[in-house]
């Protein structure tokens, strides 16, 4: 199994990185507002340790990410100068910029820097052969250092350029401490579960949560299903959802998800009710409705009071807990509560002795907005790459990692 093989991968401990020039790959892809300014600085900050362990050995950095989704070449709303703000103040020193990352620029600004000091590459997406995992494009960046480390778990499950091709080039690589650790929690409730076992699966689609939901039935004692998904398993068994959403194909396979709980002796547990409303809007009219019985033209956006309840009293004494996916459209205030009042919840199971992990991108969110993050035991910066691990799947970005 490949979980037992990252075990070969080098740890960050075990380099001295003195007079070294470090490539590290991090997942710097935040969001940012209007203005250009960061509005979650998570993925940053957790960064802050592998890059000191490098600078306080005496080497020097040199940092590399993507930033949201640039289609053709740079674009100014995705340019990684706008974090440095952020960086420089998590650091406490000046950055240097290099405005591409690849080039004549990067190449002097990489071969001037001395012990001590960090270079931030412009977004690699700005060149498509980043995405595609261009070799050529690869070992122009291997050029930039001599030693690689990958701290970019969010990206592991991407072949990518500088997430698995580049490590290639590179005798001297390693994982670095978010890398490490990820895989390390992630391990926790793949083969180290302590009993109670409760899964929270939300989100919108069951089709993207199939092969991890089957996987935790073979581990979990209960699995909870929130989020839009739960209105496609009320709708196969006969109930009337209204507008709610629907994968009309995966009917047959929500009966199928509800036979292999029954079989395994799993306890699996559907919202009894929802807050729905008559429009995808904050603003719509709302009412509580039974899941079986929401009218035409209402749509479930949140999990009702019997699901709080219900969803509430399953997490009481769970000894691990995984999220992932949020309970209802938490990002509109009104629909949010569901998802806050399950946070609490996994907070209070968690303080009373209990392991959690937050399964990355919007539960990640949630718990993060809410400032519960340093009260659950880790919060994933990886919500696809922590899916497809634990699923079983190979990760590009780990696998170059092992020698």
Same mark, same amino acid.
């Given at each position: 199994?490949?979980?037992?093989?990252?075990?070969?991968?080098?740890?960050?401990?075990?380099?001295?990185?003195?007079?070294?020039?470090?490539?590290?790959?991090?997942?710097?892809?935040?969001?940012?507002?209007?203005?250009?300014?960061?509005?979650?600085?998570?993925?940053?900050?957790?960064?802050?340790?592998?890059?000191?362990?490098?600078?306080?050995?005496?080497?020097?950095?040199?940092?590399?990410?993507?930033?949201?989704?640039?289609?053709?070449?740079?674009?100014?709303?995705?340019?990684?100068?706008?974090?440095?703000?952020?960086?420089?103040?998590?650091?406490?020193?000046?950055?240097?910029?290099?405005?591409?990352?690849?080039?004549?620029?990067?190449?002097?600004?990489?071969?001037?820097?001395?012990?001590?000091?960090?270079?931030?590459?412009?977004?690699?997406?700005?060149?498509?052969?980043?995405?595609?995992?261009?070799?050529?494009?690869?070992?122009?960046?291997?050029?930039?250092?001599?030693?690689?480390?990958?701290?970019?778990?969010?990206?592991?499950?991407?072949?990518?350029?500088?997430?698995?091709?580049?490590?290639?080039?590179?005798?001297?690589?390693?994982?670095?401490?978010?890398?490490?650790?990820?895989?390390?929690?992630?391990?926790?409730?793949?083969?180290?579960?302590?009993?109670?076992?409760?899964?929270?699966?939300?989100?919108?689609?069951?089709?993207?949560?199939?092969?991890?939901?089957?996987?935790?039935? &073979?581990?979990?004692?209960? #699995?909870? +299903? !929130?989020?839009?998904?739960?209105?496609? *398993?009320? @709708? /196969?068994?006969? %109930?009337?959802?209204?507008?709610?959403?629907?994968?009309?194909?995966?009917?047959?396979?929500?009966?199928?998800?509800?036979?292999?709980?029954?079989?395994?002796?799993?306890?699996?547990?559907?919202?009894?009710?929802?807050?729905?409303?008559?429009?995808?809007?904050?603003?719509?009219?709302?009412?509580?409705?039974?899941?079986?019985?929401?009218? &035409?033209?209402?749509?479930? #956006?949140? +999990? !009702?009071?019997?699901?709080?309840?219900? *969803?509430? @009293? /399953?997490?009481? %004494?769970?000894?691990?807990?995984?999220?992932?996916?949020?309970?209802?459209?938490?990002?509109?205030?009104?629909?949010?509560?569901?998802?806050?009042?399950?946070?609490?919840?996994?907070?209070?199971?968690?303080?009373?002795?209990?392991?959690?992990?937050?399964?990355?991108?919007?539960?990640?969110?949630?718990?993060?907005?809410?400032?519960?993050?340093?009260?659950?035991?880790?919060?994933?910066? !990886?919500?696809?790459?922590?899916?497809?691990?634990?699923?079983?799947?190979?990760?590009?970005?780990?696998?170059?990692?092992?020698?």
């Amino acid at each position: 199994m490949f979980a037992v093989q990252f075990k070969k991968m080098k740890n960050i401990n075990s380099i001295s990185f003195a007079g070294k020039k470090a490539l590290v790959r991090v997942d710097f892809n935040v969001p940012l507002n209007a203005e250009f300014e960061v509005t979650d600085d998570t993925r940053l900050t957790a960064t802050v340790p592998t890059i000191k362990k490098i600078l306080s050995d005496g080497g020097s950095v040199i940092l590399m990410s993507h930033l949201g989704r640039p289609k053709d070449g740079p674009v100014d709303k995705y340019s990684l100068k706008h974090i440095i703000p952020n960086l420089e103040k998590l650091f406490g020193r000046e950055l240097q910029f290099a405005n591409d990352c690849i080039g004549t620029e990067a190449t002097e600004k990489s071969n001037a820097l001395k012990a001590g000091e960090i270079l931030l590459l412009e977004n690699l997406r700005f060149y498509k052969e980043e995405e595609k995992g261009d070799l050529a494009f690869a070992e122009k960046l291997s050029k930039l250092g001599n030693v690689y480390v990958n701290d970019a778990f969010g990206t592991a499950h991407r072949a990518h350029a500088s997430t698995s091709i580049v490590a290639q080039f590179f005798t001297e690589k390693c994982a670095g401490y978010v890398m490490q650790s990820e895989l390390d929690n992630a391990q926790k409730v793949l083969d180290a579960a302590e009993k109670p076992y409760v899964a929270i699966m939300g989100g919108a689609k069951i089709s993207d949560k199939i092969l991890i939901i089957e996987k935790l039935l &073979d581990k979990v004692d209960t #699995l909870i +299903i !929130g989020g839009g998904m739960a209105y496609t *398993f009320f @709708k /196969a068994q006969g %109930g009337n959802i209204g507008n709610s959403l629907l994968e009309v194909d995966k009917q047959e396979l929500a009966l199928k998800i509800i036979e292999k709980a029954k079989t395994k002796g799993v306890q699996l547990l559907l919202p009894p009710d929802s807050i729905v409303a008559d429009a995808f809007s904050n603003d719509a009219n709302t009412k509580v409705c039974n899941n079986n019985e929401i009218p &035409d033209g209402f749509m479930g #956006l949140d +999990i !009702g009071p019997e699901a709080i309840k219900l *969803f509430s @009293k /399953a997490l009481e %004494g769970a000894r691990t807990i995984l999220w992932n996916g949020p309970m209802g459209v938490f990002e509109m205030s009104n629909f949010a509560n569901g998802t806050e009042t399950i946070a609490h919840a996994v907070v209070d199971a968690t303080e009373k002795g209990g392991y959690s992990l937050i399964g990355g991108g919007d539960s990640a969110a949630a718990v993060n907005q809410l400032g519960y993050g340093h009260r659950v035991s880790y919060v994933s910066t !990886g919500g696809g790459a922590l899916l497809e691990y634990m699923e079983g799947k190979v990760l590009p970005g780990v696998a170059a990692l092992v020698d």
